[in-house]
């Protein structure tokens, strides 16, 4: 049963998935991430559908995890924090897996998460407003979920300049890397242009090429695995804690204190 944080549309062939929490950005909870599942779990039922779109409204694609929630629910426990990272993980691992081709679709702001959502992505259609940026280092974090899904698009260096840097990435610049792979003012008619092709595939094809090129990449249990605790020891850090607490409480931001 799908919860409130997406909405869904469907056509006979293109099931849409749309993120639904325009008040908090769209920032990713384990409520979020269960319904992205039962969206994927409708698409893999439907015997027609051949792609899944997911987007965002109003300049914001996703800004990644609710810093919000993470610091009101105790995330300063290796437990939790892992526990969260998982989740999310084991979601970017299903959208390279599914048999259906799965697009992003980004017109506006994509940070963090979001930005690991588009990398896991088979296709990215950004409008020329479209910033991507991964911010988590501001907050003493990484992003160690996002990164495998990350280098096997943009590759090492500009995914290590991006967790450094901070600043976000225009729509062009993210084209030239690999993120996006077309900027367009008409995603819709880029996403015509796509099911034209995609329609004509059979799904059980679109999972075994997701499969073949999965053993040709270096994300594995292990990466996984060291992906989960790095982000564990991390949340559970003291300064992290606090500067998420601040925000949680009171708004404030790392470089406000």
Not at 127 to 138: Q, V
């Amino acid at each position: 049963m799908l919860g409130r944080t997406v909405r869904l549309s469907e056509s006979a062939a293109v099931l849409t998935v749309v993120l639904n929490r325009p008040d908090r950005q769209n920032s990713i909870t384990s409520a979020l991430l269960a319904d992205l599942h039962h969206a994927l779990d409708r698409a893999e039922q439907s015997p027609t559908c051949r792609l899944v779109v997911i987007r965002g409204e109003a300049g914001i694609f996703s800004m990644g995890m609710d810093l919000a929630e993470a610091g009101t629910a105790g995330a300063g426990t290796d437990e939790l924090a892992e526990n969260g990272a998982r989740e999310f993980l084991g979601l970017l691992r299903r959208l390279t897996t599914i048999g259906r081709v799965v697009v992003s679709q980004v017109d506006g702001t994509a940070a963090g998460g979001g930005v690991g959502i588009a990398a896991a992505s088979d296709f990215v259609y950004a409008t020329p407003r479209s910033r991507f940026s991964l911010p988590e280092a501001l907050w003493g974090l990484l992003p160690c979920c996002v990164l495998p899904f990350l280098i096997r698009r943009v590759g090492f260096q500009k995914a290590y300049a991006m967790t450094l840097g901070t600043h976000p990435v225009g729509a062009e610049q993210a084209a030239r890397s690999g993120l996006v792979d077309e900027v367009t003012d008409d995603p819709d008619a880029a996403l015509r242009r796509l099911l034209m092709r995609a329609s004509r595939i059979d799904g059980a094809t679109v999972a075994d090429t997701k499969r073949y090129f999965d053993q040709l990449w270096i994300i594995s249990e292990q990466t996984e695995a060291a992906a989960v605790r790095e982000f564990g020891r991390l949340m559970s850090s003291a300064p992290v804690r606090r500067r998420i607490a601040d925000f949680a409480a009171h708004g404030k931001f790392p470089w406000e204190s």
